[in-house]
């Protein structure tokens, strides 16, 4: 497995049930970012306030300036084939993303798993923290999908560096 793995977060248009994804963003092995807004799909029609407070993300916005969901399903297909793709909420974003292939007919060709099967006890025993200085030191004002995704990644990858010392 290449190190550090890649890291995909997805951010949507609320929680449970109805919920879909608006943007998919995730940083590769070697540090590239790919991020994109979704269109919602006709047939998309759960909004929730809350999250769109959290994402900054309208869903005039999306209809506006995102993607068709066969564009987005594609390219993950295309730069992710293969791999192993690391998320750190893989409860909402395994049926989030599972929803985005869905209704264009498609299957992943690569496989999502949680982060924190990475992580070795002394490692979990840091996480929150390590994450909480990566934020932090990265001063990053917006909660979207790519910057979430290179968060993740590099607190991973100190957090590595924290346990073993």
């Avoid at 759960?46 to 999306?62: C, F, M, N, Q, T």
């Avoid at 066969?70 to 293969?82: S, Y």
């Amino acid at each position: 497995m290449p190190w550090p793995p890649a890291i995909l977060d997805l951010e949507a248009s609320g929680f449970g049930r109805g919920s879909y994804p608006i943007e998919l963003g995730f940083v590769a092995p070697d540090g590239s970012c790919f991020c994109t807004l979704i269109r919602p799909d006709p047939d998309w029609l759960h909004w929730d306030e809350r999250a769109e407070a959290l994402h900054g993300i309208s869903r005039e916005l999306l209809l506006q300036h995102g993607r068709p969901a066969a564009w987005v399903a594609r390219e993950a297909n295309e730069r992710l084939a293969g791999q192993t793709v690391y998320c750190d909420a893989w409860a909402h974003d395994y049926p989030w993303l599972a929803r985005l292939f869905d209704v264009v007919d498609l299957v992943p060709s690569f496989r999502l798993a949680d982060l924190r099967s990475l992580l070795s006890e002394a490692e979990t025993a840091c996480w929150q923290r390590v994450l909480d200085e990566v934020r932090a030191e990265l001063q990053i004002s917006r909660h979207r999908a790519s910057s979430d995704a290179r968060v993740l990644q590099l607190a991973l990858l100190r957090v590595r560096q924290v346990a073993a010392h």
